[in-house]
T-cell receptor, first 109, second 112 residues
Framework: DAKTTQPPSMDYAEGRAANLPCNHS???????VYWYRQIHSQGPQYIIH???NNETNEMASLIITEDRKSSTLILPHATLRDTAVYYC??????????FGKGTRLHILP | ETGVTQTPRHLVMGMTNKKSLKCEQH?????MYWYKQSAKKPLELMFV???????ENNSVPSRFSPECPNSSHLFLHLHTLQPEDSALYLC???????????FGPGTRLLVL
């Protein structure tokens, strides 16, 4: 079973920052938080991952709370092409990825 | 493009047919994976290969037969499938089994 809880869907206006929350209250010290997204009928796309510190790359920022029980993926300037299902995954290195239902993000024009 | 390609992208087959799905990665990775995504279900891991050796079989029926001739290529041989096997079949690769996975575009399979 997935170890994370995400809202089933969220809407944001194009050009605004999209903040996608994820709860992982049972996360253990050696588990990483990964984010993937899946645009309709395509393969999942890796976005970002982190352990304790906040992370940023060209796609997004990952903010992890100090107690590590939740995190937020931030898409700084969402576009229509960011419409997808976003998966928050908690895993130890060498462990399998277990995908949950994710958050269906709609970016509205 | 992720560096992982899959062919064919779409496949329609009868229950008595034999077909194969192909995955190729151009990333120099050592681990490769097959996933199944049925309609309205989460992705399910099917098989894991590391350095051409199968390291995981997630209780997949024998009508699905994987083959990994080298670290760059992965096949899924299909035989006497059922309509409920219709799904999106995804291949992924990673540098090693513990690391970030990169997915191909998938093969959309319809079994009639």
């Amino acid at each position: 079973d997935a170890k994370t809880t995400q809202p089933p869907s969220m809407d944001y206006a194009e050009g605004r920052a999209a903040n996608l929350p994820c709860n992982h209250s049972t996360i253990s010290g050696n588990e990483y938080v990964y984010w993937y997204r899946q645009i309709h009928s395509q393969g999942p796309q890796y976005i970002i991952h982190g352990l304790k510190n906040n992370e940023t790359n060209e796609m997004a920022s990952l903010i992890i709370t100090e107690d590590r029980k939740s995190s937020t993926l931030i898409l700084p300037h969402a576009t229509l092409r960011d419409t997808a299902v976003y998966y928050c995954i908690v895993r130890v290195r060498d462990d399998k990825i277990i995908f949950g239902k994710g958050t269906r993000l709609h970016i509205l024009p | 493009e992720t560096g992982v390609t899959q062919t064919p992208r779409h496949l329609v087959m009868g229950m008595t047919n034999k077909k194969s799905l192909k995955c190729e990665q151009h990333l120099g990775h050592n681990a490769m994976y097959w996933y199944k995504q049925s309609a309205k279900k989460p992705l399910e891991l099917m098989f894991v290969y590391n350095f051409k050796e199968q390291t995981e079989n997630n209780s997949v029926p024998s009508r699905f037969s994987p083959e990994c001739p080298n670290s760059s290529h992965l096949f899924l041989h299909l035989h006497t499938l059922q309509p409920e096997d219709s799904a999106l079949y995804l291949c992924a690769s990673s540098p090693d089994t513990g690391e970030t996975q990169y997915f191909g575009p998938g093969t959309r399979l319809l079994v009639l």
